[in-house]
Antibody
Framework: QVQLVQSGSELKMPGASVKVSCKAS????????MNWVRQAPGQGLEWMGW????????TYAQGFTGRFVFSLDTSVSTAYLQISSLKAEDTAVYYC??????????????WGQGTLVTVSS | DIQMTQSPSSLSASVGDRVSITCRAS??????LNWYQQQPGRAPNLLIY???SLQSGVPSRFSGSGSGTDFTLTISSLRPEDFATYYC?????????FGQGTKLEIK
């Protein structure tokens, strides 16, 4: 079945970097855009942007430029989110999710299980 | 950006109740509206897409309606597993946005 499996929780010091992975299976990896969504503790969902698995071209939402980088390794059907110069406010669960849809409608499905990144000294 | 506002922010109800959650867009989004359910500690799960289409595998007690700026998610008869947080999301814009969520709690 279609599945996105993310890497495990991370505990990082402020100023460090983290790389979260999202491995896809059950479909052709290059067929569907991959999104990243952030959820801070006790908060709602915030779309960070997406990357085209066919071209590798990323698009970042406002507020997620500079320290955030989306990348891919199509040989292993995996998308990555790297965050540099980590701050306490980056503490959150990060989700990957496919864009699926038909005609002009689209939605996020499936989702990875989420990766908790904790930034603390 | 298109702002999405859900009401209420929280809701208490009992098993068997019929409940509705409203989502309002800051401008018309036609039917480019999706609904997700999130259980505590779990990833969101797609319930409804294109305002009223039920995702495969989702129970028929869930339904969605609306177009333009006003949308509704209705659960016809609450079951214990339905107590969760619900989010709407617009896909009209190239910058998708979510509502702030509605937490459905057991009364």
């Amino acid at each position: 079945q279609v599945q996105l499996v993310q890497s495990g929780s991370e505990l990082k010091m402020p100023g460090a970097s983290v790389k979260v992975s999202c491995k896809a299976s059950g479909y052709t990896f290059t067929s569907y855009p991959m999104n990243w969504v952030r959820q801070a503790p006790g908060q709602g969902l915030e779309w960070m942007g997406w990357i085209s698995p066919s071209t590798g071209n990323p698009t970042y939402a406002q507020g997620f430029t500079g320290r955030f980088v989306f990348s891919l390794d199509t040989s292993v059907s995996t998308a990555y989110l790297q965050i540099s110069s980590l701050k306490a406010e980056d503490t959150a669960v990060y989700y990957c999710a496919n864009t699926r849809g038909y005609n002009t409608h689209n939605w996020f499905d499936p989702w990875g299980q989420g990766t908790l990144v904790t930034v603390s000294s | 950006d298109i702002q999405m506002t859900q009401s209420p922010s929280s809701l208490s109800a009992s098993v068997g109740d019929r409940v509705s959650i409203t989502c309002r867009a800051s401008r018309s989004i036609s039917t480019y509206l999706n609904w997700y359910q999130q259980q505590p500690g779990r990833a969101p799960n797609l319930l409804i897409y294109a305002a009223s289409s039920l995702q495969s595998g989702v129970p028929s007690r869930f339904s969605g309606s609306g177009s333009g700026t006003d949308f509704t998610l209705t659960i016809s008869s609450l079951r214990p597993e339905d107590f969760a947080t619900y989010y709407c999301q617009q896909s009209y814009s190239t910058l998708p946005t979510f509502g702030q969520g509605t937490k459905l709690e057991i009364k």
